[in-house]
Every structure is written in structure tokens, then in C-alpha cells.
């Protein structure tokens, strides 16, 4: 073996019984190819049969490997193909052959770290492959790391869902919510997709019954799910979710109140703001405006909601649920019609508000998740089919070991 020879072996972790026999340079196509053999008489194992087995005859491969600078670097391989003991002849992938034929593991590996970070055309472009190969190395690793997944530890969930495509099109995603990963990803939005999940625990040495705690939203399709299919699950509606709601509130107030009352005009995100956010101009627009609580239904809106706030701040949950049972009893009697909606809201889902004083479990982290998917979204201009986006949003959020299957990949 030449010393170029040699030089190549040692970067590509060639080892005996392999060598690095031609090397090939097209400067023109920046195109370099290298071929690797192995010693005559050599014997080789196979993965789940014993010992070392004779070569029966050989198949030239190729594979792309990483570049060399700015060429193209593949790799010729003459490869054995073994004849084993109960007669069967089969072929010898040389040990970095990557899980996607045409490929070594150090080049999905780096595919694997790109499409983490931008979109399937653009790494397409950038290591000059298409784009369905690009993808497919993704699918194969997500699925890969997806089959070994252990759940066993998995107790506390958060559920939520995301649009993904226009239209009715939505996708439903459970996380571990101590790890803060996306642990499942299915179709829909509707009870069948906790079904799933559970079948999904049960499936990678895990059991719905240890589930103990749950945050989500609202929906009656999810409450349904999980009462069902997640028996010791306690449900949590965070604080964040039901202020959301008595925000919303507050401004259909002011909308309302505005049609007689041009003074409210510019007051929107006065309103809506935390006032921590606002600035001084701000501030004292908001404490001009909030004297008028007993003449302005809009800033009654707005103290209820501050009231609200501060109820779920508290971490006694006596405490907690004395005061929101007074509170909705004061909205009620109030004459601020869209509050009164918040109430009922409240009333209808009391123990999963109250819940939030003791779990302070909360689906925050999701929804930056779900911000995270969307953009990569918009940079791919849209995702065609559930494969891709699933494959998407494990590879932004899932937090998958994939050095199982790849010892170069993260």
C-alpha cells in the first residue's frame, strides 16, 4: 500500500481485513473515488451467526461518502458476500455501510446534524443529493431511534395539537414533560389519537396506568381520551390557557363597549399587555383607564382578569379553590357579559384549574415546540405528507438517541 494509500485508510478507519486499493481523481467533476478491497482468504462475520465464514464470491458497491474539501468522495467496495454454515449465501456490509443503501454512516450522520437544523432542499442542495434521499435518510433514522424508544419513565404527559396543512388537517403530539421531548406523533385530533398513545406506551415497555399527570388545553375530545385510556392520569389545565381565555374577554368587551365609547380606541394592547411590558406612556394610559371601573364595563373586565392572575398564582389549593369559586360567583353577578363566559368555562373544568396550583404542570414548552415546527414549515414551504412532518417535528423536538443505529450521529 502506497503512502497516499495509507493516508486514506487512516481518515476513512479502514482496518485490516479492509485496504484502500486505487485511488481515483477527476479534478474536472471534483470527483474523488476510492476503492477498497480486502486480503485474499479473509473471512468476515454476520451479525446472529456464529464465528468467521468463508467469501463465496464478491459485489461491487458504492457508497458516498463524506466530501474531501469540495469533491465528491465515494467509495468502491468490493464486497463479500459469505457462504455460512446452513448453506445460506449472504452479503457482508462492510461495518460502515450506513442504514440507507448508497450511503456510509459518517455521511447520514452529517446529513442527520444538517436536517436538524434546516430544511430537507436546502442539505439536498448543499451535499448535492436530492431531495427524496435526503428525506429518506431522515424517515429511516426517526423511525430506527422511534422503534428502540423506552417510555418506562414517562409519567408526567402534555398533549397538544398543531395545524398541518390548510384546512381541517391537524397533527396531535404527546411529550414527556419532565424531559420536555416529544415522545408521539399522530394524525388528528380527536379521543382515537390518546388511544393511540396508549397502545404507542404499551409498545415500548411502558402502560397507560403510569401516566399520573396530564396538561392540555380544554378540548372535549382530549378530556374524553384521557379519562378513558389514561386511567390514573390527573388532569391539568394551566394558568396560562385560562388567562389566555379571560384575555380574550377583555377585548371582546372593549370591542363591544367601543361602538358607543370612542375613548377605548388604542387601548388594545393596552389591555392585553402584562403590565410589566408596558411602558411609562403605556402605564399611565392603563391607570387613567382602570379609575373608571365603576362607569366602564371594559375595565371591570380587565381588574377580573387581573384577579384571575393572581388566584392562580397562589399554591394553596384551598386556598386556590375558595377564591375562584368567589370569583366566579362575582363575574356572574357582574354585567360583563363575555366574563361571565370565562366563568362558565371555569365552572365546567374546575378540578383541571384548580390542579394547576399543585402540578404547576404547564404545556409552554409545547407550544414553543409547535412555533418551532411551523417556521420549519414556512422555510419548506409547506410539508406534503404525514411521514415528512412526524419525521419533522422528531427531528426539531424528539430529542432521539440515534447512536444506536449510528455511532458518528448525535
Not at 218 to 243: C, E, Q, W, Y
Not at 247 to 255: N, P
Amino acid at each position: 500500500m502506497s503512502n497516499s494509500n495509507e493516508l486514506f485508510a487512516a481518515a476513512l478507519g479502514v482496518a485490516s481485513p479492509w485496504h484502500v486499493g486505487d485511488v481515483t481523481f477527476d479534478a474536472s467533476k471534483r470527483l474523488l473515488v476510492i476503492s477498497i478491497d480486502f486480503a485474499k482468504g479473509s473471512k468476515f462475520p454476520y451479525p446472529g451467526v456464529e464465528g468467521s465464514h468463508p467469501v463465496h464470491d464478491t459485489v461491487l458497491k458504492r457508497y458516498r461518502h463524506l466530501n474531501f474539501f469540495q469533491h465528491e468522495c465515494y467509495l468502491e467496495v468490493r464486497t463479500p458476500r459469505l457462504s455460512l454454515t446452513d448453506g445460506r449465501v449472504v452479503l457482508a456490509e462492510p461495518e460502515w455501510a450506513g442504514k440507507l443503501a448508497g450511503f456510509t454512516l459518517l455521511f447520514e450522520a452529517l446529513i442527520m446534524a444538517m436536517c436538524r437544523q434546516m430544511p430537507f432542499a436546502a442539505v439536498a442542495r448543499m451535499v448535492g443529493e436530492s431531495w427524496h434521499r435526503v428525506h429518506a435518510i431522515c424517515c429511516r433514522y426517526v423511525d430506527l431511534a422511534l422503534a428502540e424508544a423506552d417510555l418506562s419513565g414517562v409519567s408526567m404527559l402534555a398533549l397538544d395539537e398543531t395545524s398541518s396543512r390548510r384546512g381541517q388537517n391537524y397533527l396531535t403530539f404527546a411529550a414527556d414533560a419532565e424531559e420536555r421531548k416529544v415522545v408521539f406523533v399522530t394524525e388528528g385530533r380527536d379521543s382515537k389519537t390518546v388511544k393511540e398513545f396508549s397502545e404507542f406506551l404499551k409498545e415500548h415497555q411502558a402502560k397507560p396506568e403510569q401516566i399520573t399527570s396530564v396538561s392540555m388545553d380544554m378540548s372535549p375530545a382530549f378530556i374524553k381520551g384521557v379519562t378513558k385510556h389514561l386511567p390514573n392520569a390527573r388532569i391539568t389545565f394551566d394558568k396560562f390557557h385560562v388567562v389566555a381565555h379571560a384575555s380574550g374577554a377583555v377585548d371582546k368587551m372593549r370591542r363591544l363597549e367601543q361602538k358607543t365609547d370612542p375613548s377605548l380606541k388604542g387601548l388594545r394592547w393596552v389591555l392585553l399587555k402584562d403590565q410589566s411590558k408596558l411602558n411609562e406612556s403605556q402605564q399611565a394610559d392603563l391607570r387613567a383607564f382602570t379609575a373608571n371601573v365603576t362607569t366602564k364595563r371594559t375595565a371591570r373586565a380587565w381588574f377580573y382578569r387581573e384577579q384571575l392572575r393572581e388566584i392562580l398564582d397562589r399554591k394553596q389549593i384551598n386556598v386556590v379553590s375558595a377564591l375562584l369559586k368567589r370569583w366566579c360567583t362575582n363575574v356572574n353577578r357582574s354585567k360583563v357579559e363575555p366574563m361571565k363566559q370565562v366563568a362558565s368555562m371555569i365552572a365546567k373544568h374546575f378540578d383541571g384549574i384548580v390542579a394547576w396550583a399543585q402540578t404547576r404542570q404547564t404545556n409552554g414548552f409545547l407550544e414553543a415546540i409547535n412555533g418551532l415546527f411551523q417556521a420549519a414549515k414556512r422555510r419548506a414551504r409547506g410539508y406534503g405528507t404525514f411521514k415528512t412532518m412526524r419525521t419533522v417535528i422528531f427531528l426539531v423536538a424528539g430529542n432521539l438517541k440515534f447512536s444506536a443505529s449510528n455511532p458518528h450521529a448525535a
